[in-house]
């Protein structure tokens, strides 16, 4: 058997080879990797970029997240941000940076999970360029793309009073898979192993972000780090209040609530406070048809000394925070 | 006096904040920073990305860089990259990470050399998405953007036999601010601080990757890894040999000369195999009438064994590389 071939022993140029023929093309590449830069197709003369960027033992953790793991939530999690926008994604970059005794199947596996989630979350959008790096800690950056078919973005700013708020995807599971991880119970993290792969690749509804925008959308983002605080986002964004209805939240608690009692955790801080889901929350005004997805949370109300109720209650900004954690 | 304030104590949204702050915007922004995602202009429906990344204690040393060199330098290297496709530099996104003890004011200064390296390289251009997180080890990864106006995207692909090979900007001042740096030889590292100034803060000609562009240029990249190893991508993506004339590399060799001889070093192998100058070096057919920051280096040849020779020397392709160093 050959030894066993690392990133450092390859060099950037061969290791980056042969990831990057494993993945598959963007629909709208005109030049794709191989050059020192990629060129894009932006159809309305626009493009939406955003990034976001994982990092070992903070975002993630090797012994948690296989290769194919950390390559599909890198590609969910910036998706989102394209989705929040009203945008289709088009293409990707990323940028790796890992200890050079990262075995490159390590990378393949990485590189298969970007192709994965971009085949499986936005059909067409692919990887166009990428960079790789000698590191102490591992790293993922992406910077994602996306086109918006001649439709105005949907901003954080643009809730009215009046307007329903609604939430499309998942809430509080990433959160309790990442509570079932931490609890090393593996009776329950193998009970509950729905959530803890919510946790590992995350499943935002990227399409849903085109469908509320077309809806009528008069806000939306990603929800990457809580409930709460993202809804405090659009409401400090927007100058309204939001009064989420805690008997619209019972349907996300139910889910959780077995695996809550299990570790002894909270459902219900799962729901308002675990951020990770990348589910994309958006107001509508009254009359929108909301598309399928999207399951009414609240109200936006006129601005008020508190941003966001839960009921008539206060509830409070706390959540994940990038930095401090 | 107020207790210093790092990035952990002010949280990610403050610490974002103050950031961008510093920032100049973009005149291709049609939303900017501060929603999930910026929207950017591409008038002719395409749009060029690259990315790139800068490591600390691999690309960067936090006591030879401040907060500004390190800001310079990641627009720098980034816009670069956009310039060599021929393309004018429209808008950047960056990703930091840092351990949470940093100081936000090494971070404002940090947004400072953003500020400027794309006011003084790309006017127009600037920040529109960010994302700053904590770890152990700091890191800047940026994606870059620019348009094309219309025109071809220059590839690494096209050199022609009989085309003529030219540069503009500077080879080997950067390796040879790097060998001063870490030769530790105070007297020298002072009297050649214009050397160690373009390690530091490197002054790639960027709105030349457009003039060779207009020119003509058959094929183009960015001297990031050094002449020898840059030039040979350009010779194997053309299927093409390179021929470099040594006497026309004389230039380049005098002006480092006297700093080889302070620190023992050979002017001619920071010439040949130093990497992060960011020069562009471009391949025009004979008639073109070269853009005047363009110096002429050697010729393209019909594919040989060899893809790169100096005089009739094979040129070996070492220099820079990202995982092995």
């Avoid at 990629?38 to 997240?65: C, G, M, Q, Y």
């Avoid at 803890?196 to 780090?225: C, E, F, Y």
């Avoid at 601005?303 to 209650?313: D, E, H, N, R």
């Amino acid at each position: 058997m050959s030894k066993a071939e690392t990133i450092g022993s390859l060099g950037e140029n061969e290791s980056l080879k042969r990831t990057i023929a494993r993945l598959s093309a963007s629909d709208f590449a005109l030049v794709g990797p191989g050059d020192d830069a990629a060129v894009i197709s932006a159809p309305d003369a626009r493009f939406v970029v955003t990034t976001d960027t994982l990092i070992e033992n903070h975002d993630f953790k090797l012994n948690w997240s296989s290769g194919y793991d950390l390559g599909w939530k890198a590609v969910a999690s910036n998706l989102a941000d394209v989705a929040a926008m009203g945008a289709t994604p088009t293409a990707l970059v990323v940028a790796v940076t890992a200890p050079p005794e990262t075995l490159v199947s390590w990378l393949e596996s990485f590189a298969d999970g970007l192709r994965e989630a971009c085949e499986q979350l936005a059909p067409g959008c692919g990887v166009v360029g990428g960079d790789l790096a000698a590191s102490n800690q591992m790293m993922v950056s992406v910077a994602a793309h996306g086109s918006l078919d001649g439709r105005e973005p949907v901003l954080r700013s643009g809730a009215k009073a009046g307007n329903v708020i609604a939430v499309a995807g998942t809430l509080g599971k990433a959160a309790a898979g990442l509570a079932l991880l931490q609890s090393e119970n593996k009776d329950a993290i193998s009970a509950y192993d729905n959530l803890v792969n919510i946790q590992l690749r995350p499943n935002p509804p990227i399409s849903s972000g085109v469908a509320a925008a077309i809806a009528g959308a008069t806000s939306m983002l990603d929800v990457s780090d809580g409930l709460a605080k993202d809804a405090s986002r659009i409401a400090k964004a927007s100058n309204v209040s939001i009064q989420i209805d805690p008997l619209m939240l019972q349907g996300f608690e139910a889910v959780l609530e077995e695996a809550a009692r299990a570790i002894g955790s909270s459902e219900s801080d799962w729901v308002l406070f675990g951020g990770e889901d990348h589910a994309l929350l958006a107001t509508f005004p009254t009359d929108a048809e909301l598309p399928r997805e999207f399951k009414p949370i609240g109200v936006v109300l006129e601005q008020s000394a508190t941003p966001v109720t839960l009921g008539v209650k206060p509830l409070p900004e706390k959540g994940w925070d990038s930095v401090t954690g």
